[in-house]
């Protein structure tokens, strides 16, 4: 509990015209809650993206380095992409895809962006279970334990997303996100498009299950109560929120 999972320190981002992001630095701890918080347009979810390994502008990185220490305290993987432009950020971005839907997975703002509407829950549950370091002995039961966690039954697994109301497609896209049993958790912007009493049941579901299993979750928002009530630590990007 409480080991350091993530560390950006110093990020800078920019275009040819602007800064996007400045000199950025978090670290995001075991069974803690980390909020990245500020305007829109303060580089938030570039930040996230970047942690993920995920940089796709240019010249892009210019400064910051960025440790996973649950997997290599030592390495730094901005190390040869500083400076140097799209085509290092796309060999980073190719190196890191071990990394993202298994040591770090991402929520996005909106429960359609995280789940194929084509496919039914059960089926992108298995995808995301197949990223797991041990695999579990029997599949369906993995699938019913995962969506019992996120208050969901089991016949949610033979739906498709468009079957399901706002609430429980969060939810669902909640338990594609634990399912690897990941260390890192980033949600962006999570309460997005929901009324208040689901906003509220989906962040204090998702902050149950960071603490239950140790995760360690990035939580990026510009709503400020809800930082004020879950947030270990607070990071300010661009200013106040």
Known sequence: MNELLLEMKGLTIRTSERLLVED????????????????SGSGKSLSARAAMGVLDVNPGLVAGELRYPGLDPKRDWFDGVRGVGMSAQRRLQK??????????????????????????IGHQLEKAIARRENQPADLGVAIAEVLQEVGLPPRAAFAVPGELSGGMAQRAALAIAIAPQPKVMI????????????????????????????????????????VERVADVVVRIGGEA
Do not use: C, W
Not at 33 to 38: C, E, F, I, N, Q
Not at 113 to 120: D, I, V, Y
Not at 199 to 218: F, P, Y
């Open 187 to 226: 949600a962006d912007e999570p309460e997005t498009g929901l009324d208040p009493v689901l906003r509220r049941v989906v962040t204090e579901l998702m902050l149950e299950v960071a603490k239950t299993h140790g995760v360690g979750l990035l939580l990026i928002t510009h709503n400020m109560d809800t």
């Open 95 to 120: 190196e890191s895809v071990a990394v993202r839907g298994g040591y770090v997975t991402y929520s996005p703002q909106s429960a359609s962006s995280a789940l194929n509407p084509g496919r039914t």
């Open 24 to 39: 950025v630095s978090f670290q995001v701890l075991g069974g803690r809650v980390t909020a990245l918080v500020g305007a």
